[in-house]
């Protein structure tokens, strides 16, 4: 039981990181401050974005955990390093792809106040990168 805790909170803690790191990648690739654009401005469109890229990553990370768990703790603890962080690497990729392809800046559109479809198809786009990665990682 007590380990079962240390895993727990080893995995949440884990998992917290690299929500974290999703945080911050979206925030590289919009302009000014993502914090303030979502709790100051009031952005739909970055919260829009920024819950569905958390949405993703915590796929990802259940599934990396519940696929491997029973290859050990440190096996699996690995594991949900490694595609975490492959997550926020390919949801940023889907980002920048997204907006070569997209008229006008798309991090300009996520900050906008106003209300703007672009959130959804990226937001759309980031679950969707999610869902191939559980799709590979699902044995």
Do not use: C, K
């Not at 915590?58 to 519940?66: E, H, L, S, V, Y």
């Not at 997204?98 to 800046?105: A, E, F, V």
């Amino acid at each position: 039981m007590l380990a079962s805790i240390g895993y727990a909170v080893a995995y949440t803690g884990v998992g917290l990181v690299l929500l974290a790191l999703g945080y911050f990648a979206l925030d590289l690739l919009t302009p000014g401050h993502l914090g303030r654009h979502i709790y100051e401005d009031r952005s739909v469109n970055a919260a829009v974005v920024l819950a569905a890229g958390f949405v993703g990553q915590g796929a990802i990370i259940f599934t990396t955990i519940w696929t491997n768990a029973v290859s050990g703790f440190g096996t699996a603890l690995g594991w949900t390093v490694v595609f975490g962080v492959l997550g926020v690497v390919l949801q940023a990729i889907a980002f920048l792809l997204l907006d070569l392809i997209t008229p006008g800046r798309l991090g300009a559109h996520m900050t906008e106040r106003a209300f703007h479809p672009a959130a959804l198809v990226t937001a759309a786009a980031q679950v969707s990168v999610a869902a191939i990665i559980v799709a590979s990682i699902w044995p």
